[in-house]
């Protein structure tokens, strides 16, 4: 499975993006997207994912009620939508997926099966 995330960019704070990543190849073998961020000098962290067929969502404490993840599955894309930026969301945002869906457990690193490259956020205030 490649995942290909675009959407980044920057912006003040208060403002929106929305960060878009398509996945190829063995798809029907997902059943989670996500995305993750990491700051300079930071860990990658967990934002919000999807279970693919029941529509699940996960999502951070930092984020929920800001961002909303959602997905397209005849497009085989998931989309992070973000609202009410601020500059602490700066990072470089990743996207991955996953072979299975176990809830909460999708807050880990090590549970993604792949990953796409980085799209950068930058938030100014």
């Known amino acids: 499975v490649q995942l290909q995330a675009s959407g980044g960019g920057m912006v003040q704070a208060g403002g929106s993006l929305r960060l878009s990543c398509a996945a190829s190849?063995?798809?029907?073998?997902?059943?989670?997207m996500g995305w993750f961020r990491q700051a300079p000098g930071e860990e990658r962290e967990f934002v919000a994912a999807v279970a693919w067929s029941r529509g699940d969502t996960l999502y951070a404490d930092s984020v929920q009620g800001r961002f909303t993840i959602s997905r397209d599955n005849g497009r085989n894309s998931v989309y992070l939508q973000m609202d009410n930026l601020e500059p602490e969301d700066t990072a470089v945002y990743y996207c991955?997926?996953?072979?299975?869906?176990?809830?909460?457990?999708?807050?880990?690193?090590?549970?993604?099966?792949?990953w796409g490259q980085g799209t950068l956020v930058t938030v100014s205030s």
């Open positions: 190849g063995r798809f029907f073998t997902v059943n989670a």
């Open positions: 991955a997926a996953g072979l299975k869906w176990a809830g909460t457990y999708a807050r880990g690193v090590d549970y993604w099966d792949y």
